[in-house]
């Protein structure tokens, strides 16, 4: 049955499409808006802790189950525990995925159109924030673009997914991330350079913990998992390629470095520029569009700064949405023996139908737009299925490996390619830490009413 599932090429490969799925606009557009509506620092060192102490061993859990059984969300489990209800952990990650995509390509849509005025110079001649502001309400309010955009970006990633593993997904990793690295470092220099930097700085490092509100602990809990493509089986997928040669927990830490470090020079790259053009760090999610589009005009050679910042958020937006549609995808090609071609174009016209709602929130539709007391659409569906699936997610793949599947057989699984470090620590933070504290953080958030 496992015939033509498809293998990483090498290591490093691996390692690349795995960052590439972890680093994204999580990083660049989610990130830094979360950081800014909750305050700054205290907020970031939550993040880091949850990082540190939920995302890793997460990371590690659904890697070794996916290398394991080299099945994907769903098989994993059935692989497992066949004749239980198990297997409907991982459909509650296809379904994730589905959710997730659906509002992330739109995002994603928004990065070709301003790559596409980029390329047209008009971030070159002085934008003021009122005027960077209308060119994002009269983008996101249009219907017609919207929905086209977002179509393009899908169709693009369902042109790299159809490619198959090595051939599509590394192939694409291999080129994208180390240009979007370069990209970025540059962007960070020239904005750490700008007047008002200071500020910037000290909003990120100013540790206020009176801003900590049970809303900003999900939100810091659901980053970290969605940072990191975590809690709905996208690593239990990637894993699934893996040869057993791999170093699993050398990956995972390198993943982990280099998607949280990422997301800290997102901050740096951001906040300067954002005291600088004196916007407000509580914007939302149309932070990153309508701030950084103001201050190329006063960069030396800000076109092509412009150019190279929004094609960077592209490339970041579609390494993540290869995984994402991968997981669908997989699941697919494993559970129903789909070609495929087949899966990848059915899922992502799917995905395109959902995206709809989503893509009309931003005044396209009234209804879309103003629902959920005015989250709308994409802002509800970025809550749910960004926080809350992932969280559960997190949750029900820990206390399988933990207590069902069983930490012994994990280490092993881990063992095969590379020592795990302090295995009894993994296996309390796995058993206990981890499922017990995203516990208490949803049933908290639930309780006091306090989660969105
Ligand atoms: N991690 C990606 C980002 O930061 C988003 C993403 C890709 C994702 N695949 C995922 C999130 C799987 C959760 C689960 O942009």
């Given at each position: 049955m496992s015939v033509n599932r498809g293998k990483w090429s090498s290591d490093f490969g691996f390692i690349l499409a795995a960052a590439g799925s972890a680093i994204g606009l999580g990083n660049i557009w989610r990130f830094p808006y979360t950081v800014g509506e909750y305050g700054g620092g205290a907020f970031i060192l939550l993040y880091l802790a949850f990082v540190a102490l939920i995302g890793v061993p997460v990371l590690l859990a659904e890697l070794s189950l996916g290398r394991s059984t080299e099945r994907s969300a769903v098989g994993a489990f059935k692989k497992l525990m066949p004749d239980s209800w198990w297997p409907a952990v991982g459909g509650l990650g296809v379904l994730c995925g589905f959710g997730i995509l659906s509002f992330y390509s739109v995002i994603a849509g928004w990065t070709l159109s301003y790559f596409y005025m980029a390329l047209n110079g008009r971030f070159a001649d002085g934008l003021s924030s009122e005027q960077s502001t209308q060119i994002f309400t009269e983008l996101t309010a249009s219907p017609i673009s919207e929905v086209l955009l977002s179509a393009a970006f899908l169709t693009l990633t369902a042109l790299v997914v159809r490619g198959g593993i090595s051939g599509g997904i590394e192939r694409a990793a291999r080129i994208l991330m180390p240009i979007f690295l370069v990209v970025l470092l540059l962007l960070v220099g020239r904005s750490v350079t700008l007047d008002g930097a200071s500020e910037g700085f000290a909003f990120l490092f100013a540790f206020d913990f009176s801003k900590l509100s049970a809303a900003a602990v999900v939100s810091a809990l659901g980053q970290a998992l969605f940072s990191m493509s975590l809690g709905m089986g996208a690593m239990i997928t990637y894993g699934s390629y893996l040869k057993r040669s791999e170093n699993l927990p050398k990956a995972a830490v390198i993943v982990a470095f280099f998607d949280t470090g990422l997301a800290l020079i997102a901050g740096l790259m951001i906040f300067p520029a954002l005291f600088h053009a004196g916007a407000s760090p509580a914007a939302g999610p149309s932070l990153i569009f309508i701030v950084m589009a103001t201050i190329f005009n006063t960069m030396p050679l800000g076109s092509l700064f412009a150019i190279a910042f929004y094609g960077l958020?592209?490339?970041?937006?579609?390494?993540?949405?290869?995984?994402?549609?991968?997981?669908?995808?997989?699941?697919?090609?494993?559970?129903?023996?789909?070609?495929?071609?087949?899966?990848?174009?059915?899922?992502?016209?799917?995905?395109?139908?959902?995206?709809?709602?989503?893509?009309?929130?931003?005044?396209?539709?009234?209804?879309?737009?103003?629902?959920?007391?005015?989250?709308?659409?994409?802002?509800?569906?970025?809550?749910?299925?960004?926080?809350?699936?992932?969280?559960?997610?997190?949750?029900?793949?820990?206390?399988?490996?933990?207590?069902?599947?069983?930490?012994?057989?994990?280490?092993?699984?881990?063992?095969?390619?590379?020592?795990?470090?302090?295995?009894?620590?993994?296996?309390?933070?796995?058993?206990?830490?981890?499922?017990?504290?995203?516990?208490?953080?949803?049933?908290?958030?639930?309780?006091?009413g306090n989660y969105l």
């Open positions: 958020l592209a490339i970041a937006a579609l390494t993540s949405t290869i995984s994402l549609l991968e997981v669908i995808v997989a699941y697919f090609v494993d559970e129903r023996q789909w070609s495929r071609e087949r899966a990848t174009w059915v899922v992502t016209a799917g995905c395109f139908a959902l995206s709809v709602p989503s893509a009309l929130s931003f005044g396209g539709s009234s209804f879309f737009t103003n629902m959920f007391g005015g989250t709308g659409f994409l802002g509800m569906a970025n809550i749910v299925f960004g926080n809350y699936f992932l969280s559960i997610g997190a949750v029900l793949i820990c206390v399988f490996v933990g207590w069902k599947w069983g930490i012994g057989n994990a280490v092993a699984e881990m063992d095969s390619g590379g020592k795990l470090p302090a295995q009894a620590f993994w296996g309390i933070l796995v058993r206990y830490v981890c499922p017990v504290a995203v516990a208490i953080v949803l049933v908290y958030a639930a309780v006091t």
